[in-house]
T-cell receptor
Framework: DVKVTQSSRYLVKRTGEKVFLECVQD?????MFWYRQDPGLGLRLIYF???????EKGDIPEGYSVSREKKERFSLILESASTNQTSMYLC?????????????FGPGTRLTVL | GENVEQHPSTLSVQEGDSAVIKCTYS??????FPWYKQELGKGPQLIID?????GEKKDQRIAVTLNKTAKHFSLHITETQPEDSAVYFC????????????FGKGTRLSVIA
């Protein structure tokens, strides 16, 4: 069965802290994605990766960075967390693009920055 | 780039009635259109998809229609049940290059028993 796991369901951090959100997929998928979800704004793509060590900016990359050292793991990094980064963060993976672009999502991490 | 508009943002229906959610897209090169359902506390999950060489696809109580000329596609849920209550997202993809899905903003469907 397809599985995407995220390291935490809930996370509370202080302003200025460095925050790591981890995502692991067990499907040998090429692509991995990080989204944030806010009420009324839908799913907004932060970064994606189509290969190990490759990354591409999405629609809202400011304030975030990513790391993909292994195929199955994709990390989202908030270098200095701010209150406007309080949100639900969703990780996804897909086999490829186009016809194979079915994305499989993790359960999400609700991050609160105080 | 691609832009996907989704309407309505919220929808309430009586149990047993039908629900329709509509999306429009801007890029005529898009050729793959999936729909995702997000239940409370979970990540979105694919429920049905359609490719541009097909006008309609059905899976039990859900169906999706695609009008390539008008650049819009719709999700139809018949005989709605309380467990259909969720947020639904449409998406579009060009199917070429390293181009990820573009999602609509979502529709919160409430089925009232």
């Amino acid at each position: 069965d397809v599985k995407v796991t995220q390291s935490s369901r809930y996370l509370v951090k202080r302003t200025g802290e460095k925050v790591f959100l981890e995502c692991v997929q067990d499907m040998d998928h090429e692509n991995m994605f990080w989204y944030r979800q806010d009420p009324g704004l839908g799913l907004r793509l932060i970064y994606f990766s189509y290969d190990v060590k490759m990354k591409e900016k999405g629609d809202i990359p400011e304030g975030y960075s990513v790391s993909r050292e292994k195929k199955e793991r994709f990390s989202l990094i908030l270098e200095s967390a701010s209150t406007n980064q309080t949100s639900m963060y969703l990780c996804a993976s897909s086999l490829g693009f186009g016809d194979t672009d079915t994305q499989y999502f993790g359960p999400g991490t609700r991050l609160t920055v105080l | 780039g691609e832009n996907v508009e989704q309407h309505p943002s919220t929808l309430s229906v009586q149990e047993g009635d039908s629900a329709v959610i509509k999306c429009t897209y801007s890029d005529s090169a898009s050729n793959y259109f999936p729909w995702y359902k997000q239940e409370l506390g979970k990540g979105p999950q694919l429920i049905i998809d359609i490719r541009s060489n097909v006008g309609e696809k059905k899976d039990q109580r859900i169906a999706v229609t695609l009008n390539k000329t008008a650049k819009h596609f719709s999700l139809h849920i018949t005989e709605t049940q309380p467990e259909d209550s969720a947020v639904y997202f449409c998406a579009a993809s060009k199917g070429s290059g390293n181009t990820p899905l573009v999602f609509g903003k979502g529709t919160r469907l409430s089925v009232i028993a």
